[in-house]
């Protein structure tokens, strides 16, 4: 049985991962993460990367309806988006908050997220390999069947 469809959907300069200060973020590439989850995924995979507010908001309402779960890393939209929030609160099924480093861990702009409020968990701190907890998580929560 294939599970429910899953998006993950990446905010602003995840694009330059892999590049962008690999001292916090590591070397692995969005492209590298991509394959990760698709090796892993169990069912249907959306990936996506925004650099844009508002094409973030529309993806996440893309989802309402035809996925079973979000995975979202929000990047620095995490902590200062109102839109995000109230787009995520619109979405019914399982939402996961992904962060590379441990925000709680970073310097005070970094360590608040703002979206944590409208999301079913948080996982933070894993690097890269946590895309792949994120999206057994998700499964779990929105029950393909496989058990934990």
């Known amino acids: 049985m294939s599970a429910p469809p899953v998006h993950i959907l990446n905010g602003p300069n995840l694009n330059l991962l892999g590049t962008r200060e690999p001292h916090i973020y590591g070397t692995t590439t969005l492209a590298e993460v991509e394959a990760m989850c698709r090796a892993a995924a169990r069912g ?22 035809t996925a079973g779960g979000i995975i979202l890393n929000p990047a620095g939209w995490s902590f200062t988006s109102i839109a995000i929030l109230d787009a995520l609160r619109t979405f019914e099924g399982a939402k996961i908050e992904l962060h590379i480093s441990n925000i709680h861990a970073r310097d005070a702009s970094h360590r608040n997220s703002m979206l944590s409020q409208a999301v079913t968990a948080v996982i933070a701190g894993l690097g890269a390999r946590g895309y792949v907890h994120a999206l057994t998580a998700a499964y779990d929560l929105i029950g393909d069947g496989q058990g934990v």
Do not use: K
């Open 44 to 65: 249907p995979l959306a990936f996506s990367q925004t650099n844009h507010e508002g094409e973030m908001v529309d993806m996440i309402h893309a989802a309402r309806g």
